[in-house]
Every structure is written in structure tokens, then in C-alpha cells.
């Protein structure tokens, strides 16, 4: 050590200056000594347990707070554009397609040449009586969530009454 160090004396909170060998005023090597408080073994015994309670916790919280950050999903910005225009494009295609399925149900006559209808009639399990237009595809029902419009639902009262086959009592001659 340099000759001008100097030892701290814990014992009366003052300096002492260092002699040649490195060594306090005492030969402690600049270390004071130090009463300690008497302490019973309950203290000793309450303080650390007492420690170990709050570190535990404290870690207990902190690992609650990590646990939440590590469930979250990963914050992508690329894959939520992706999924945002992946989730729109759907919308407008389904859109696109009930709104051609309306169009097609509305341009169709539902209807031969021969003046019969084109829809096929069936009763269904549920006891309703449902028919597919052969060529348009249309679903006539007398449930108006099964419909593709209003309008397919409004028509289904008046479809319904069109023969679908010729009268058996008539004959018919092509010419």
C-alpha cells in the first residue's frame, strides 16, 4: 500500500493513518472490531424466517407476472396484416357469393318450357315439404333462414302450386 493511505477505525468513526507495513495503528490490517449486539436465538431465528416468507413472496408475484407475459401470443405485425386481410377477403368473397346465389335465384324461372316447374319437391325428415330449383339450385323452403333471399322465401307459397309433371289425364302430341 502507498505511505499516505489511510485506515478507516470503526470503532470510534475516524482515520487512522496507515504505518509502513500496510497495517493499522493496532496491526489489524485497517479492519476495527466491532461489538455485536447480543441476540437471542429466537431473533435469530424469527428474522430469517420472516425473510424467507417475503422472498417467497416476492418471487411467487414475480413469477405470476411472468407466467402472464409468456402466455401472451408473440405480437407479429406482418402475421396480424396477413390474418386482417386473409379475415377480409373471406367477408367480401362470401359476400360476393350469397349475393350471386340472390342474383341467380332471381334471374331463373324456375320453370320448363312446358310450363311445369323445375324444382324438385321432397318432404324432409322434419315433416316440411323443401324443393331445389334443377337449374339454378335454389332451395325453397317454408323456413326463411334456409333461404338465399326474402324474395326466394316470399315466392315459395306461389312455387309451391306449379305442377311439376305433366297431367297424366292429358296427352300430349309433338308435332
Not at 499516505?4 to 482515520?15: P, Q
Not at 316470399?154 to 302430341?173: C, E, F, H, K, M
Request: glycine share 6%; aromatic share 6%; charged share 25%.
Amino acid at each position: 500500500m502507498a505511505k499516505n493511505a489511510t485506515a478507516v477505525d470503526v470503532t470510534e468513526g475516524r482515520f487512522a493513518p496507515l504505518n509502513a507495513a500496510g497495517d493499522g495503528p493496532d496491526g489489524d490490517l485497517g479492519r476495527g472490531h466491532i461489538d455485536e449486539p447480543s441476540v437471542s436465538l429466537e431473533q435469530t431465528t424469527t428474522v430469517p424466517l420472516n425473510f424467507f416468507v417475503e422472498l417467497l413472496a416476492t418471487f411467487q408475484a414475480s413469477m405470476k407476472g411472468i407466467i402472464e407475459e409468456i402466455r401472451k401470443p408473440p405480437h407479429d405485425p406482418i402475421k396480424e396484416a396477413q390474418m386482417k386481410r386473409a379475415k377480409d377477403t373471406k367477408e367480401q368473397a362470401e359476400k360476393f357469393f350469397w349475393e350471386s346465389l340472390s342474383n341467380r335465384a332471381k334471374n331463373c324461372t324456375h320453370g320448363r318450357e312446358d310450363m311445369t316447374s323445375a324444382i324438385a319437391w321432397a318432404q324432409q325428415s322434419d315433416g316440411k315439404i323443401r324443393g331445389a330449383c334443377q337449374h339454378c339450385q335454389t332451395l325453397f323452403s317454408p323456413v326463411r333462414e334456409e333461404c338465399v333471399s326474402q324474395e326466394v322465401f316470399d315466392r315459395y307459397a306461389q312455387v309451391r302450386r306449379i305442377p311439376t309433371q305433366r297431367g297424366s289425364g292429358v296427352l300430349y302430341i309433338n308435332s
